[in-house]
């Protein structure tokens, strides 16, 4: 039997890894919310889970270093020909996100999906 590749919509740096490491010991289970642009720009925010509500207009990336990330389906709608990779930038965060470390925030970089891999997901998109 063929096995499809399986192409991640969100990955993350060794760094990023490491900082969610160590807010999961500090705080329990975290997630990740990708901003659309209000309060902290595009970066990602990061919170204890259940400080944002998640709801139906809300798109499951995918899961990094144990924590789920989420994206508004808007927003998913723009980039979703894109990777989403997690990193650690220099500097305190801006807005409501938990700190990635001292004097650390979250950054999002991104990549285009090649067209194989935009195949792969829309054929994924298409099974039950």
């Known amino acids: 039997m063929d096995r499809q590749p399986h192409v991640d919509r969100v990955t993350a740096t060794p760094a990023a890894l490491t900082a969610l490491a160590r807010l999961r010991e500090q705080h329990g289970a975290v997630i990740l919310y990708q901003s659309g642009g209000c309060c902290d720009g595009s970066l990602p925010i990061c919170l204890e889970e259940g400080e944002l509500r ?19 389906d808007r927003q998913f709608a723009v980039w979703k020909h894109t990777q989403l990779i997690i990193d650690v930038g220099a500097e305190e965060p801006e807005g409501f996100s938990l700190r990635a470390g001292d004097d650390q925030h979250f950054i999002t970089r991104s990549r285009v999906f090649s067209p194989a891999e935009q195949a792969t997901l829309a054929e994924g998109e298409r099974q039950p």
């Open 54 to 72: 998640i709801g139906d207009g809300d798109v499951l990336l995918g899961s990094v270093g144990g924590c789920p990330v989420y994206i508004d």
